[in-house]
């Protein structure tokens, strides 16, 4: 019964750590196709979110047949749960990957654009959180956990500047709003990509842990 | 042992309710504090969002310990793993009221604005979604679930008409740009209140018939 458990646990980290690159390559390519205002990759973004959404369902089905089956305590309870929510959230950055791709294809009329250069520094960074996170995830290593979660505040300060920047830019040419608008929704999404890898991240540190550090920043 | 189980899952539907009511209020709050400007409200809002946030973590470690203690099978173990995952959902409803709070404190010294009409015809739809897939929840009623799902497209569809409102807005007085993005801002955050109805709905469906609804619609 204990090595089969242990075989599940093995299997159940491959599933989620495949979920994981998958998402990231999406985050990536999604990130891709805005820097380079390219269409066709944007679209090969959107069909693939299909590919992660199944994939998550039968993470989450997996999930379960482990607690019905071998019923794990302690660390192994601790470790399926944590997948149960890491998975959710994996699936939501890819969702999130799909709408930065579609507004790259919305953007594809919209002319020269001048793309705000913190875009790219906050679009690394997001990047940079995801791989980390998934590493933190298959290691079990809340110091690589706590270290995503530092670097939040940083992608936010960059968000402050691209907002900044895009509200001047529509004052100063209210005809280019539809445009400004779409790139400041990208930037919110790959803020929100960021706030996900937190999420997992804090994850991570309660499943090795067992200590909830959600909210703690607020209080 | 079986009616221990019970007796658990019927604390675990009372707690999870408990959120939900919090949460549903927090929402329905920040939407008064945005139709009538009333920032004092909207501050109460954010600080109502610290009780939330502990809930979530009471009634996340209730899951657990039913989890190791009474391994759950069957419906009862579906329903925990559906407690878990709406938890996260309400949880981040409660963060989407606050942010709307936020925008409306942002919004203090922004003069008069010509707040949509639309603006209140989803939030009334939204508000409506929330306490519908919380009595689905609670009595377990696939049908009430699926009307909640059914919803979200009428939601969507007000959202597209405040954006066109909102960009005219804009284009006819950049100077407005601020607080036209602010108002933006709090109808992407009611339209992500109804995307989390409708994910807790389908984890409802889920949890009373073990079918997994999710994604099915871009199918």
Redesign the interface.
Known sequence: MTRHIERQIEHLKERILRVGTLVEEAISRSISAVINRDVSLAQRVMAS??AI??M??EV??E??KI??LY?P??AD??FV?AV??IN?DLERMGDLAKNIAKRVAQLEDAGPLDLPPEIRTMATLAEEMVRECLAAVVDGDPVLARRVREQDDAVDAQRQRVRKRL?DG??AG??R??AL?RL?SITKHIERIADMATNVAEDVIYMVEGE?V??RA??
């Open positions: 979110d299909e959404d199944r998550e369902v989450e089905e999930c379960l607690l019905a019923q305590v302690a309870l601790r749960v149960l929510k959710n509200l529509i004052k209210p005809d709003v539809e608008l400041n909830i959600r909210h607020d209080e």
